[in-house]
């Protein structure tokens, strides 16, 4: 248990359907993340959101919109996908302190299928 | 470019061996690299964090070592265990801003019995 919890943790969805993943921190954290992992690639990062603000939108396409409500939630809102889009979507939160990038804790992921 | 490379890219050894996983990386300017082990399905959890004044640090079976000159860091895992089997990632944080974390591909190692 790392303190950030995501649902659903397995996602089907078809190219026309909206859905959205969640994610909640009990850390404490002032800053939350969302990547997506794809097979043997990197961790990408997509959003970033300090103090409840949008700071980093990584180029991420429209169809993708984040929501950040307070704190310690966030979601990432879906609609129109493409099969493409198929990946691991990963939260994290971190204690930023200034700049510098505080360490790490992501929840389990989020497996998203787009038939 | 900032990347991190790391090899080999995938790993396998028998239980109870040692192995040694790499990370180079170009990223510059530096604050810290830490390690991430990351079982099939799960999120990746952190193992070690160093700066750049730190050599080696080690959490349990895990010894991580920075040669910032070089710029190369490595994980070697002592008298491995089946639960070891995961992907290992290198991140490096660049200096100067809060989201600039440079991850690499990941080591895919499997431990056999």
């Known amino acids: 248990e790392t303190g950030v919890t995501q649902t659903p943790r397995h996602l089907v969805m078809g190219m026309t359907n909206k859905k959205s993943l969640k994610c909640e921190q009990h850390?404490?954290?002032?800053?939350m993340y969302w990547y997506k992992q794809s097979a043997k690639k990197p961790l990408e990062l997509m959003f970033v959101y300090n103090f409840k603000e949008q700071t980093e939108n990584n180029s991420v396409p429209s169809r993708f919109s984040p929501e950040c409500p307070n704190s310690s939630h966030l979601f990432l809102h879906l609609h129109t996908l493409q099969p493409e889009d198929s990946a691991l979507y990963l939260c994290?939160?971190?204690?930023?302190?200034?700049?510098?990038?505080?360490?790490?804790?992501f929840g389990e992921g989020s497996r998203l299928t787009v038939l | 470019k900032n990347q991190v490379e790391q090899s080999p890219q995938s790993l396998i050894i028998l239980e109870g061996k040692n192995c040694t996983l790499q990370?180079?990386?170009?990223?510059?300017?530096?604050?810290?690299l830490r390690w991430y082990k990351q079982d099939t399905g799960r999120g990746p959890v952190s193992l070690t964090i160093m700066t750049f004044s730190e050599n080696t640090k080690s959490n349990g079976r895990y010894t991580a070592t920075l040669d910032a000159d070089t710029k190369q860091s490595s994980l070697h895992i002592t008298a491995s265990q089946l639960s070891d089997s995961a992907s290992y990632i290198c991140v490096v944080s660049k200096a100067g801003g809060y989201n600039k974390l440079i991850f690499g591909a990941g080591t895919r190692l499997a431990v056999h019995p």
């Open positions: 990370c180079n990386y170009t990223v510059s300017p530096f604050s810290n």
């Open positions: 850390l404490g954290h002032n800053a």
């Open positions: 994290a939160s971190s204690q930023q302190d200034r700049e510098v990038p505080g360490e790490l804790f």
